[in-house]
């Protein structure tokens, strides 16, 4: 018999905790003009978890899809405390919502609506709340893989999951305190803003602001307003503020932060660069994987380097290729911890992860100085000209273009059918076109070996990314 109780439940750390210390009253989440206390997101919680209860049966798998990131918050929490599992899911379209759905059998959507009413009635200063009783490895919430490289891949989360994350990342790299205010570029169903942008904050007594959307003149406004501390974001987003933070009081905001975080893909060393030089704050690039539910490898502040991932997080064991993470070594990266999913699944069939080492499908190369350097996907990584290749490699040590805001390297296949690399450029706002293909050329020869030199170039309007910001490369292919 597992041992079944209270302070197992995830919810224990996020709310029953800061309850008892004395936080009822303080603010946990802002989202536009509503601030939510401690004591209102427990009511509420409560409310919906009965009303899951009666409508659901015990165990049903239950959707959460919703581009209000405060009833998505609360609706999960309610979700977590009743009978029922929830399933996190990105609000894409409705055809893809229905696939989940009847691939892994739902039992309904849970309406996010009704969440209004669940934060209408203020409860007493002194409410209690008591997290259902669970065993730490029992389900807690699923989740899934973004499928910007294969098909997306259901992800469940036990209650110690997250908290294990948050014992590493959470105190030995972030340090959240009670003091600390969070916004996201990203939704919660990414796992990294899920755990940065919510649970963490919670378990440290912190606040959550959940802007009503998550384009970024909206969130840069929220974080203005409400005097933002940390900033979860990605490569794509970071680059994005660069170009639109003009107004003083943004300006303002970004400099009062004590700590910036970029994952989801590689940081582009100029992206790094661009933040010190213009908002003189360093970005801590970090990588993990939904699997392990946050980051396991990361920057430090004070010593973040451009074009590094930086260096193992306390709580997580690692290997490179067959061994430890020794200087020069080079292969894929494995990894280990309390904070692994207790099932993975993909059509339809969950199963048990393989063995104790979460395979994370990256090929990382480690330095003198012991931090290692993301290669590429192991999976996108292809021959040319009888050479192995990452596109995400070339696309590094490329460095940056002038008049180019972004770009990416593709695989293709040329007119005799052979492996060729293709980059796909999107021109700066105001750059001149005509010899932006001759500049970018002529500086791929300079830095690569001529087998890794695109053999095209492509001019395009925009790269595709999915509603997590990520380049979907498979996309980009067609």
Same mark, same amino acid.
């Given at each position: ?22 936080r009822?009253?303080?603010t ?6 509503r ?7 427990a009511a ?6 009965a ?5 659901f &049966?015990?165990?049903a798998?239950v /959707?959460? +899809?919703?581009?209000?990131?405060? =009833? *998505? %918050?609360? @609706? #999960? ?13 990105? &609000?894409?379209?409705?055809e893809? /919502?229905? +696939?989940?759905?009847?691939?892994w =059998? *739902? %039992?309904? @959507? #849970?309406d996010?609506?009704?969440?209004g009413?669940w934060?209408?009635?203020s409860?007493?200063?002194?409410f209690?709340?008591?997290?259902? +009783?669970?065993?730490s ?30 014992d ?30 919510f ?12 802007p009503?959307?998550?384009l ?6 929220e974080?203005?307003?409400?005097g ?9 987003s ?25 994952a ?26 939904t ?14 380097r451009?074009?590094?991932l ?16 020794t ?11 309390e904070?692994?999913?207790i099932a ?13 080492w ?5 090929e ?6 012991r931090s ?10 292809v021959k ?34 052979l ?17 932006l ?42």
């Amino acid at each position: 018999m597992r041992d079944r109780d209270p302070k197992h439940h995830l919810l224990a750390s996020v709310l029953a905790d800061n309850l008892d210390a004395g936080r009822a009253l303080e603010t946990a989440i802002l989202s536009g003009k509503r601030a939510v206390s401690y004591a209102e997101l427990a009511a509420a919680i409560v409310r919906g978890a009965a009303e899951i209860d009666e409508r659901f &049966p015990r165990e049903a798998r239950v /959707l959460i +899809a919703s581009k209000d990131q405060l =009833r *998505v %918050a609360v @609706a #999960l929490c309610a979700a977590m405390q009743s009978h029922a599992v929830p399933l996190l899911v990105d &609000p894409t379209s409705p055809e893809r /919502l229905q +696939a989940i759905a009847t691939e892994w =059998r *739902v %039992a309904g @959507a #849970l309406d996010t609506e009704c969440v209004g009413a669940w934060l209408e009635e203020s409860p007493p200063g002194g409410f209690d709340f008591t997290p259902r +009783a669970v065993s730490s490895d029992e389900p807690a919430f699923w989740t899934f893989t973004s499928g910007t490289t294969g098909e997306p891949r259901a992800v469940v989360h036990c209650h110690r999951g997250p908290r294990a994350a948050f014992d590493a990342f959470g105190r030995h790299v972030v340090a959240f305190g009670p003091e600390d205010v969070t916004i996201s570029t990203a939704g919660l169903p990414f796992v990294y803003a899920l755990g940065n942008n919510f649970f963490f904050p919670l378990m440290a007594g912190g606040t959550v602001i959940l802007p009503s959307d998550l384009l970024l003149p909206t969130v840069l406004g929220e974080l203005s307003r409400h005097g933002a501390t940390l900033l979860v974001a990605g490569p794509w987003s970071l680059a994005g503020i660069v170009r639109l933070a003009s107004r003083s009081a943004w300006l303002d905001a970004i400099g009062r932060l004590r700590c910036v975080l970029s994952a989801g893909e590689p940081l582009p060393a100029r992206v790094f660069v661009e933040w010190k030089e213009r908002f003189g704050k360093e970005v801590l690039d970090n990588l993990g994987c939904t699997e392990m539910f946050n980051s396991f490898v990361s920057n430090r502040p004070g010593r973040a380097r451009p074009g590094s991932l930086g260096e193992p997080v306390p709580g997580f064991d690692l290997r490179v290729g067959e061994g430890s993470p020794t200087p020069g070594a080079r292969g894929e990266l494995r990894v280990r911890g309390e904070s692994r999913a207790i099932a993975l699944g993909r059509e339809g069939t969950l199963a048990p992860p393989a063995g104790e080492w979460c395979e994370t499908g990256d090929e990382v190369e480690v330095g003198r100085d012991r931090s290692l350097v993301f290669l590429g996907r192991l999976d996108a990584r292809v021959k040319v000209k009888g050479q192995f290749v990452h596109p995400v490699d070339v696309e590094r040590r490329l460095g940056e273009v002038e008049g180019v805001a972004e770009w990416a390297i593709v695989v293709e296949r040329d007119a005799s059918g052979l492996t060729v690399l293709v980059a796909k450029l999107v021109a700066a706002e105001g750059a001149s076109r005509a010899d932006l293909v001759r500049r970018f050329l002529r500086r791929a020869r300079t830095r690569l070996e001529p087998f890794a030199v695109p053999a095209r170039v492509d001019l395009v309007d925009a790269l595709p990314r999915n509603v997590r910001g990520k380049l979907e490369r498979r996309v980009v292919e067609r």
